[in-house]
């Protein structure tokens, strides 16, 4: 078992084994062991926590509420600024922290760290515009006043494919509004989580403000997270299917809900479009984190007339990607999360080659370890095959072929998902027409890279509700309070 002083860290206390609550670091006799994707080696013992140490936080952020809501906006901000400071001099072993317990490459983890720093940054400012109204009264003697205010305490749980990004996205809104945080990270990726705890305390947030409860009692947990009574919010990213389950859950308490789900996103390139930057765009969105992204692109849909030289140009792009373990240098792709995740990708492929699609290249685990898959191309691919009508959550590409731009719009919005869409076009009004008609909570037009804290995250349909990001994703973490003012005419 490695130490912390192991794992080759400037500073070997960023590696915390216990559940942050209240300010301080909780034990238990229970452990969990996280290891490391690429190797299956351990990284580190972690204490296993339950229903005690989640109703504990919980209670601590209650208790937090008023102290930390009651402090101006201003004061807010310095200490999230503290933080996000300390995140970004700490890039490094924050990084090398994630790519150890998740796999992802090394300057793809670096890339994560300096995105999730961005939401405490931005909200840190964002919070100090929570504007209200006045309402011309209905009368004379009357003013109509509406104010915001914190919803209370928020409770989150969060994946392993962005261990760091998907907490600080959710905390740095909710502590910006005023709100106190709880959340139960992904149990194979906790040290994330941890670290960032410690460099909260650091920067002076106070105890009981944010919270972190790691334990593998997902069901026992969630239902203190959903159905507590003194938790205000719940926010999750994770599956549809288990985010409908947790709503429902929140439905005993009707809580307010946001949530981040899963995605189909198509990628489309028209014959117009610029080719090189189409395949540059695709490899990107596609192949980015080894493909396990709820926004990667999920469907590749080629133009007749443009399918042939995309698909070679693109197969030339992806078999230059490296695989292997992300700490090494010139890695592109790393380990899928386990060896069941690697199965389930396999099982998509073969079930589409049984239906009729072609193996372009890949196609198979990966030399590296039992946990990788080949970066993989498929062609004859129909959208009725498994591996378009499902979230893929690894590095295959299906490409389609479409005719005209009113079959390819068909195409793209015959899923439940409404997540992410990319496509590639010059024409202004291809450009959009298809960006309107897309059913998509967000679309990339000619870029394949959207996501950033200034914008509104977020999908429609069964890809969830809310928004994450900019100036809108405070929205979910107030509430709107109306004050009507009588008898002022006298």
């Known amino acids: 078992m490695q130490n ?85 001099e700490n890039q490094d072993d924050l990084a090398r922290i994630l790519t150890m317990e998740q796999g992802k490459p090394l300057a793809e983890a670096k890339g994560e760290i300096a995105y999730g720093a961005a939401f405490l940054e931005w909200f840190a400012e964002e919070g100090k515009r929570v504007y209200g109204d006045t309402i011309p009264g209905p009368s004379g003697d009357k003013r109509i006043v509406v104010i915001k205010q914190p919803v209370g305490v928020v409770a989150s749980i969060t994946p392993w494919n962005f261990p760091n990004a998907m907490i600080a996205r959710k905390a740095a809104a909710a502590l910006a509004a005023g709100c106190t945080f709880v959340v139960r990270p992904a149990t194979q990726t906790p040290l994330s989580a941890l670290a960032m705890a410690e460099l909260a305390e650091r920067a002076g947030i106070p105890a009981g403000v944010f919270n972190v409860v790691v334990g593998d009692d997902a069901r026992g947990m969630g239902k203190v997270l959903t159905q507590h009574p003194d938790v205000a919010k719940f926010t999750f990213t994770g599956s549809t299917p288990v985010g409908k389950s947790l709503i429902a859950q929140c439905a005993t308490t009707v809580k307010k809900v946001s949530m981040e789900l899963g995605g189909n996103a198509p990628f489309i390139v028209f014959n117009d479009a610029d080719i090189d930057a189409a395949v540059q765009g695709a490899l990107v969105s596609k192949y980015r984190n080894a493909g396990q992204t709820c926004v990667c692109t999920n469907r590749i849909l080629v133009q007749s007339g443009v399918h042939e030289e995309f698909t070679k140009k693109f197969s030339a792009a992806v078999a230059q990607l490296n695989i292997g373990n992300g700490l090494h240098d010139g890695i592109n792709i790393g380990p899928m999360i386990s060896n069941t995740a690697v199965n389930d990708v396999a099982t998509l492929v073969a079930d589409s080659v049984a239906a009729g699609a072609k193996i372009v290249m890949g196609g198979q685990q990966g030399d590296a370890g039992e946990n990788f898959y080949q970066p993989t191309i498929l062609s004859h691919v129909t959208n009725d095959m498994a591996i378009a009508q499902n979230e893929i959550f690894g590095p295959v590409s299906p490409i389609l072929t479409f005719e005209t731009e009113a079959e390819a719009i068909a195409i793209a919005n015959d899923t439940e998902f409404g997540l992410a869409a990319y496509f590639y076009a010059r024409d202004i009004g291809t450009i959009w027409r298809v960006a309107e008609a897309l059913e998509y909570g967000m679309v990339g037009i000619n870029e394949g890279i959207i996501s950033n804290a200034a914008a509104p995250f977020g999908g429609i349909k069964q890809s969830g509700s809310g928004r994450e990001g900019s100036k809108y994703g405070l929205d979910d973490f107030l509430e709107i309070k109306y004050l009507c003012m009588g008898g002022l005419d006298k």
């Open 4 to 88: 912390p002083k192991d794992l080759g860290l400037k500073d070997s206390s960023l590696v915390k084994n216990f559940s942050y609550i209240n300010g301080s670091w909780h034990s238990s006799d229970a452990q969990l062991t996280v290891t490391n994707p690429a190797d299956n080696s351990d990284v580190a013992t972690i204490s296993n926590a339950g229903v005690a140490e989640t109703e504990l936080a919980v209670k601590a952020a209650k208790d937090t509420l008023k102290m930390w809501s009651a402090k101006s906006a201003n004061e807010r901000a310095t200490l999230m600024r503290n933080w996000f400071n300390l995140m970004m």
